[in-house]
């Protein structure tokens, strides 16, 4: 025995069931999802009718915009001064960074007459090229804790 489903998948079609009144279920959510947004849009249109007829709405919008002309403005202030605050502020980072670089440069060529290096085995520290180049044996001996 086959259901009525099973009739329709197959496309057997009795008297009463021509492909003529079968629906499809996606066509049917698709048209039902549409008509509610539709609905809902409609409600929300008749709503502000109501609240605000088409007869007197200059009136009220012009009502409105003076009350909240302020807080705009503030509102537009607020976001230009953090915008420019932020650009000052990457702007001042800057020149601090090329101040900063500028010391670290000098002070690295006024100590030790310019002329260090990265010193072998240390991770960060500078020692003085001349001593290492005279003696690298004695730096590596000192470095492990061996004297000579």
């Known amino acids: 025995m086959t259901s009525t489903l099973q009739r329709y998948l197959r496309g057997i079609f009795t008297t009463d069931h021509s492909p003529g009144k079968l629906t499809n279920p996606v066509d049917d959510f ?9 609905d809902f849009f409609r409600y929300i249109i008749g709503f502000f009718n109501q609240v605000l007829p088409p007869e007197t709405r200059d009136e009220h919008i012009h009502h409105l ?3 909240a002309m302020p807080y705009l403005i503030v509102t ?3 976001i ?3 915008w420019l605050f932020r650009c000052i502020a990457a702007i001042l980072i800057g020149c601090f960074n090329v101040v900063r670089r500028f010391f670290r440069f000098i002070g ?12 072998p085995g240390r991770s960060s520290e500078r ?4 001593a290492f180049q005279d003696n690298p044996r004695a730096y590596f001996r000192g ?4 004297s000579d």
């Open 30 to 38: 698709f048209t039902q999802a549409v008509t509610a947004v539709g």
């Open 65 to 67: 915009l003076d009350v």
């Open 108 to 119: 690295r060529c006024l100590c030790c007459g310019g002329r260090t290096m990265k010193a």
């Open 76 to 78: 537009a202030v607020l």
């Open 80 to 82: 230009v001064s953090a």
């Open 127 to 130: 020692i003085q090229r001349d």
């Open 143 to 146: 470095l492990r804790g061996k």
